[in-house]
């Protein structure tokens, strides 16, 4: 009952909110003062954060009620993470991080794109937030049955401790954490729970302060 009613809640508050940010990137198209595209950069912000949360939601819900349905289609797997890494290369770059990625894996392989690019979208998002200097890397290999896919930074890092929770749901390092950075912690739960619908598993290594 708790998770139909989440996923129904999410998926209501979505349609008023996709109209607030169609209207706000409507304005931005006509000519505003800078007091006023600030102002609407605000609702922008505000909005997209917002529409992250709901999204975060409303997977977890459809994960817990058994409702997530995988595609089974062969796709480009080249493609597939450039999708999910592209984005955020312009985010490192105004940091100041050096963003590479190492694919050695190519060629089509027969599973879900869209929530392979998710996990990676989340890895990629939580590498760039905690990572102030140094570098980000994506890598994939391939062995005779299996595709390994792997994102190291060189961020804040994590104690043993909160490594062992770091797939729970809500889980954050601290509430320091949380206040600095913001975010669900939804994110690697639902990476989780998506790796092993498709037959994969995913885990986690850093130390304190090394990424």
């Known amino acids: 009952a708790k998770s139909t009613f989440l996923a129904t809640l999410s998926h209501e508050i979505r349609t008023p909110l996709n109209g607030v940010l169609g209207m706000a990137q409507a304005m931005e198209a006509h000519e505003l003062s800078s007091d006023q595209k600030m102002r609407l950069s605000v609702i922008q912000r505000s909005g997209e954060g917002l529409l992250g949360l709901l999204n975060d939601v409303l997977d977890m819900s459809k994960i817990e009620a058994g409702k997530v349905a995988l595609e089974s289609l062969d796709f480009d797997l ?3 993470i450039a999708a999910a890494a592209d984005p ?3 985010i490192a770059q105004i940091k100041g991080l050096s963003f590479d990625t190492d694919i050695k894996a190519r060629g089509y392989y027969r599973g879900d794109p869209t929530r392979l690019r998710q996990i990676i979208y989340n890895l990629l998002s939580n590498a ?3 990572t102030s200097a140094g570098s980000i890397r994506l890598t994939a290999a ?5 595709l390994s896919l792997a994102v190291a930074d060189t961020g804040i890092g994590m104690a043993s401790g909160t490594v062992e929770q770091l797939f729970g749901k809500f889980a954050q390092g601290d509430a320091s954490t949380t206040r600095r950075f913001g975010g669900t912690g ?5 990476s989780q729970d998506l790796a092993h619908l498709m037959g994969g598993s995913i885990r986690a290594v850093s130390r304190q302060g090394e990424g």
Do not use: Q
């Open 78 to 80: 080249a493609d597939a």
């Open 88 to 90: 955020f290369r312009a």
């Open 128 to 130: 760039v937030k905690f």
């Open 142 to 146: 391939a062995t005779d049955n299996a």
């Open 186 to 190: 939804l994110g690697l739960a639902i």
